[in-house]
């Protein structure tokens, strides 16, 4: 420090030759400074040299006069904008500085000579002379052009983010609404069978709903934390395109296909892949789109008046899926008017082997038993408790694990279905304490809104047989309470 002082601030009786090899020497510290400066030698800023990093960033010679008033002659290498505006010369960072005698610090763009783009914090000193006029400026620069760019993607993030949330909140309201209608025409409606079964359908179609929504949220989660592991196996291709379209019919009115529209389903095999190609009449995808649409919460169309926007993970998830399988995905589309072509490709197995499933074996006939249920929302409680039994079972019920141990102490379920998250004792430690009591007498379900690959190992690690993920199918519980009275029996 001592010896840049001693350049910057010579003695009062130092000689013209000691003063020149310390100019000497500065020029040459400012030349090779790892920071980009420049230096005005005129009170115009007619004559701005570079140093070697400043001349490096600009691309542009090292001796070039970088000037953007330069003399006759002299054209500007590159100039210098504010939020995508060119300034005029009145607000060029060293025009002003010197014109008001004063320092300056912004956040400016250079466009270089071959359009590229260069963000800069400068910082601007005038300089005087010895009569106390200012005879020109250094400006110190640095390149935050990286750091731009992460904040931009960090703000496109917020928005993205903010935009889903919105979303979400809309996505979730639209199938609330008619389940709390009809619940309230149900009431109205007393012993009217008719209007009650109507009533029903809808409940029972816009839960459908939340749980694919809820779904597609978890499955994200596992993909984006790389937390889903494949286990691969022989597939009828047919039954599984078949069943798709079963499941989605109906939904068959598109809410991006006008009506008369047309959606195509078609598969085709070429070299050991097979490709599945889905084809509509409908809207369209504007070119600029195509390449991000599988962008996580990109949502094609922002439309709020057209229902049915999405949250925008739908195709990122099953990109992420279609790629764990081995596989690729593509849209294809004209543009807005033309309809849209989506095309998955898939590897073929070509080793023999017979087709499995992981499905749950058929229920021919329900075998009454006691079944106990440990739930800590009433209504949820509730609600398990009048539906087990519709089905025939003795049912408790136990508000948190603590109760669920003591009923299984007296009761001795043959199938106990435990939540997790419990007061007083939860569900792990419950399914600890009724599996050393009872043993293999009594079957243990976790069910849980916990969902994680995480969580169902830790349930299994507790001793439980089963983890399931609320809200669990009906038809589903049928199925473990009936494989679990017959292993028992």
């Known amino acids: 420090m001592s010896h840049l002082a001693t350049l910057f601030d010579p003695p009062d009786n130092a000689t013209a030759g000691e003063l020149r090899l310390r100019l000497r020497a500065l020029a040459d510290l400012v030349a090779r400074a790892p920071v980009p400066i420049a230096v005005a030698h005129d009170a115009d800023c007619r004559l701005v040299t570079a140093n070697e990093a400043l001349a490096r960033l600009l691309g542009v010679p090292a001796d070039a006069n970088i000037s953007l008033t330069p003399r006759a002659g002299e054209q500007p290498l590159y100039h210098i904008q504010h939020r995508g505006r060119d300034l005029p010369t009145s607000e060029l960072p060293m025009q002003y500085a010197i014109a008001h005698r004063t320092h300056v610090t912004s956040d400016i763009e250079i466009v270089r000579a071959d359009g590229s783009l260069v963000y800069i914090q ?16 250094v400006s110190v620069c640095v390149d935050v052009t990286e750091r731009k760019r992460v904040e931009d993607v960090l703000r496109e993030s917020d928005r993205r983010k ?3 949330l919105a ?3 809309h996505e979730l309201r639209n ?3 008619p389940i709390r209608n009809a619940v309230e025409v149900m009431r109205r409606a007393g012993p009217d069978a008719e209007v009650a079964e109507r009533a029903l359908a809808i409940m029972e179609r816009q839960l459908q709903q939340l749980v694919h929504l809820t779904d597609d949220l978890l499955d994200m989660s596992r993909i984006t934390h790389g937390a889903i592991e494949l286990q691969r196996d022989r597939i009828d291709l047919r039954v599984v395109l078949r069943s798709a379209v079963e499941s989605i019919q109906p939904l068959s009115d598109a809410a991006y296909t006008d009506r008369g529209g047309h959606i195509s389903l078609s ?7 097979v490709t599945v ?3 509509d009449t409908g809207i369209g ?7 991000r649409i599988f962008d996580m919460f990109v949502q094609i169309d922002q439309d709020v008046h057209r229902a049915g926007s999405g949250l925008g993970i739908g195709l990122a998830l099953a990109k992420r899926l279609v790629e764990l399988h081995g596989g690729t995905i593509e849209a294809r589309s004209g543009g807005l008017g033309t309809g849209t072509t989506f095309a998955v490709g898939l590897p073929l197995m070509t080793a023999a082997g017979d087709t499995t499933s992981d499905a749950e074996p058929p229920v021919d006939a329900v075998v009454a038993c006691r079944v106990l249920v440990a739930e800590d929302i009433p209504d949820a409680a509730e609600m398990m408790r009048l539906m087990l039994e519709t089905m025939g079972h003795a049912v408790r019920v136990a508000a948190d694990g603590v109760q669920a141990v003591a009923i299984a102490q007296e009761f001795e379920p043959q199938v106990a279905l435990l939540d997790i998250g419990m007061p007083r004792m939860d569900g792990y430690e419950a399914a600890r304490r009724i599996r050393a009591m009872l043993g293999q007498r009594v079957y243990l ?3 849980t809104g916990w969902g994680q690959e995480e969580d169902e190992r830790r349930a299994l690690a507790a001793g439980f047989d089963r983890h399931v993920t609320k809200p669990a199918e009906p038809e589903l519980l049928e199925s473990l309470i009936a494989s679990a009275v017959g292993s028992q029996a």
């Open 167 to 169: 979303t979400l909140s």
């Open 122 to 137: 400068n910082d601007v000193e005038p300089l005087y002379d010895s009569k106390g006029q200012v005879c020109g400026c």
């Open 267 to 273: 598969a085709s095999v070429h070299d050991g892949r």
């Open 445 to 447: 379900v976790a069910l």
């Open 162 to 164: 903010d935009e889903f």
């Open 285 to 291: 995808i504007d070119p600029a789109m195509l390449p």
């Open 175 to 177: 199938p609330l609404a």
């Open 277 to 279: 190609t889905l084809t």
